[in-house]
Each structure stands twice: as structure tokens, then as C-alpha cells.
């Protein structure tokens, strides 16, 4: 989350004109002309077209009770996400600045207690620890609760998920670990070294393997797509690997209304793409959880996960069992 920022470049709100409300271009009267009480009201007018650029208090408090009205409807939400959902409904505009605005409103409405602070995800910033316990009974009791089988042992499926962005794992989170599948969070285009390590677990895993994405539609997320289908078929070629992108797509775009932003003419890649892009946090949160377990649901056989289940059970209690005994 980024830290508060006053918005520069703006009026002052003392009653005073700041510098951004003289005009660019200043005229000055001649002797003989008398328009120096027009020029006046010129200037007054173009600071009071400038300061009026600046929100209201009841402006702001209708951008509020939006946010806090699409948080509530779908969470959580990365801050981007916030911004699309408030900028289909008119609030704010399609800009970079107004994300701003949204960012600094979001950040006060949490500080505020008005947002409860679990309804916004960061998935890019994270600890590092060692899992430590006060005692043996409470560790064999925490092994025993967390204890899962493998689900995918007896399945003929390998499968993984990769996002392009670490903003949206937190959200998809808890679908692929609730089916024992791997998030792999590229953060754009994946490292040469992320990649191998890859191609060299699904290559000992030795199963057919299906990879699904989800990413931005624009140049680059396109581009990185495609780049990791080349580097894990370089690097596994004795797997049969089908890959798939889950978001965004053109179709999603069209049939979910998802809003667009003008594709940045700075990359590189932009020459090739046709039309606006689309980032994945414009997908409402329940819509894209969906998509990712309709697809990992497909690949897995209802009797064989039945059987894990059980057996996870059973040996679950075994744990349970096992702990009571120790601290007994």
C-alpha cells in the first residue's frame, strides 16, 4: 500500500490562489485600454476554474460511499480492482490521476476505520519465517490439523496456475491451495532461473500437465504468456504440457463489460496489439475464483479425490491421536 500523498499541483484551500492559478499567458493592459478590472476578472476566473477542478466535500464523500459499496459487493479487491469497479460506476475517470485519488481514499478509509482493512489484497509483499512452537504437543497438534495428503498422487493430471501479477494471488489463493495446486506468480515476464525450476518439477512429476494463466491483456502480458510457453517446452520437451489462458480474455472482455484503459504506446510491443487493454483486477473476485476452479475441477477424478479425502481423514486422526498421547 502506498503511503498517503497530498495532491500536488493543486489550488490551495486557504483562499488563496495558488501559483497553478495564474494564467499561463499574462496581458498587460495598456494605459489608455482601462482593462485592468477586466483582466482581474480574468484572472479570478481562470482561479476559480482551476480550484474548481478540486472535489467537494460532498464529492468526496460520494467517491467514499462508493468504494466502501463496491468493497463490501466484492472482496477482496486489489486497489486497481477498486479503481475499475468505481470507474464503471461514473465516479471517477479513466485516468492514472484518478487512480491516485482512489488509492489515497482507499488508504484513508481503512486508517478511518470506515474499510475493514481484510477487504483489500496485497499479494506482492510478504515475511519470511521458519515455523517455530513453544512445545513439542503444540507442534504435533499443528501438524496434525494442517496435515493433507497429496491430492494430485492420484490423479493423471499435473496442473498449475500462473499469474502475472502478485496483486491478484492473495485472491486466488485460496482456491488453488484448497486443491492442493501450485500459484505461480511470475510478476511479468518469468525469470530464466523460475522457469527452469519449473520445467524440472513438472519433468520429475513425469504426468501430463496442464498450465492455466491469468493476465493482463495488453502487449507485454501477451508477450510474457507466450514467453513461458517457449521456456517450459524447451525445458521439459519429454512432457505433453497444454497451456491455457483463463483471464483476461477477448471474449471475457466483451461478455463481462470488463472496462479498458488506452494501451501504453511506450511499449514496445504495442505496433502488433489491437485494441485497448485489460487488466486481470478488473475481474470481479468471485467471477475469476470461479473461473480458476471450474478449470482446476475439470482435471480431477471425483472417486480418486474421494479416496484422498478419506485416507486424509484417517490418518489426520492418527495425528490427533498421536499428539493427545504425547502431552498425556
Known sequence: MLPDQNDRGRPATNGTPSKMSIPDTTIIPSASSGTTSSLAAVVRHKSVTKTRNRRTAAEYAGLDSTIVEVCR?????????????????GVVAKTEKE???VQRRVLKLRRDGVLPYEWIADGTRWHVKSRS??????????????????????????VEVWSEKEAISSIVTPVTDSYDVPLMVAR???????????ASTITSIGKPTVVYQLGDHDPSGVAAWKHVQVKLREFAPGVEISFKRLAVTEEQISSLSL???PTKSSDSRAATF????VEVDAIPTRVLRNIVEEAITSHIDPAALEATRLSEHEERQGLLAMARGWSA
Open 99 to 101: 487512480y491516485g485519488v
Open 133 to 158: 512452537w513453544d512445545s513439542v504437543e503444540q507442534a504435533l497438534n499443528d501438524v496434525a490439523i494442517s496435515y493433507r495428503r497429496a491430492l494430485w498422487a492420484n490423479q493423471d493430471t499435473y
Open 73 to 89: 459487493a466484492d472482496n477482496p479487491l486489489s486497489v486497481r480492482g477498486v479503481f475499475y469497479r468505481v470507474m464503471s460506476a
Open 274 to 277: 489491437k485494441g485497448e487493454s
Open 259 to 261: 472496462p479498458t484503459r
Open 188 to 198: 511479468g515476464f518469468a525469470s530464466e532461473t523460475f522457469l527452469y525450476s519449473t
